[in-house]
Structures are given as structure tokens and as C-alpha cells.
């Protein structure tokens, strides 16, 4: 497997409880590398932005909303297989379906409150990435 990097963001519902630490610890235990962070908070034209590819699905609006409603950490995570490896971390979408340990099955409130995000494939990553980080905010 190759070192990749892949775009996590811990969501406003795991900033708000303080969880940031706690969800950056699964992820080091895990082996990822974060490389690049920043806490941040979206506006409504940012969150649209970013999720515009769910632009016509039914909880589009509810996702940009939750997304607005405090900080959120965006970060770069870096390491082998590091898509994979952080979807693996997060767990499922719907925490009630999510593994134990994982985060959304120890944090998340709900399947939209579900405490992160984290790109879906290499491409996807590479996107994301841009979205919110120069090349030159990302330090290995």
C-alpha cells in the first residue's frame, strides 16, 4: 500500500464537547499522521461549497446547516492507505451500523451528527485537500 493523504474534519457536535483530542487519538493510534490543521468556521457559502457534489440529495440543506452551527478542525491525516485506513477509524455513516471503538460509534450524537467527515476515495481527497489547505500548510 502506498503513504496517501486524506482530508478528516471533526464536525461542529465533536468541537462542541470538546472531543478533538480524543478523535485526533484514534486516528494517531491508528497509525495516521495529521499534517496539517486548523480549526475553522464554515459559513453557509463554504459548507455548500464543499459538499456541492450532494448538492441534490435530500439532506443536503440539513448537512450545510449542521455544518455551520460552530468550529470545525479540518485537517490533512497522512499514511499508508490513509483513505481506508481513516474511513476504518470513523466508522459507518449511521453509528448505530459503526464497529465498536470506532469514532462515530463512540462519539457521534446521529447519522448527520456523526462527529467527522473523511474523503471517500484518493481523488476525492486530493479535492478536498485543496479545498482548504495550500501545499505550503502541509508539513510531513
Same mark, same amino acid.
Do not use: W
Given at each position: ?19 478533538? /483530542?480524543? &478523535?485526533?487519538?484514534?486516528? $494517531?493510534?491508528? +497509525?495516521?499522521?495529521?499534517?496539517? @490543521? ?5 459559513? *453557509? ?35 499508508? /492507505?490513509? &483513505?481506508?485506513?481513516?474511513? $476504518?477509524?470513523? +466508522?459507518?455513516?449511521?453509528?448505530? @451500523? ?5 469514532? *462515530? ?36
Amino acid at each position: 500500500m502506498a503513504v496517501e493523504r486524506t482530508l478528516s474534519i471533526i464536525k461542529p457536535d465533536a468541537t462542541r464537547r470538546n472531543l478533538t /483530542g480524543k &478523535v485526533n487519538a484514534k486516528f $494517531e493510534d491508528a +497509525g495516521l499522521r495529521i499534517v496539517a @490543521q486548523r480549526r475553522v468556521q464554515l459559513t *453557509r457559502g463554504q459548507a455548500e461549497a464543499f459538499y456541492a457534489v450532494h448538492r441534490e440529495r435530500p439532506f443536503f440543506d440539513s448537512l450545510c446547516s449542521s455544518m455551520t452551527t460552530g468550529p470545525v478542525v479540518v485537517q490533512v491525516l497522512e499514511g499508508e /492507505g490513509a &483513505v481506508a485506513k481513516n474511513r $476504518e477509524v470513523m +466508522g459507518a455513516t449511521n453509528p448505530e @451500523q459503526a464497529d465498536p471503538g470506532t469514532i *462515530r460509534k463512540d462519539f457521534a450524537e446521529s447519522i448527520e451528527a456523526n462527529s467527522v467527515h473523511g474523503s471517500d476515495s484518493p481523488e476525492n481527497a486530493a479535492i478536498e485537500i485543496g479545498f482548504f489547505f495550500s501545499q505550503v500548510d502541509i508539513v510531513g
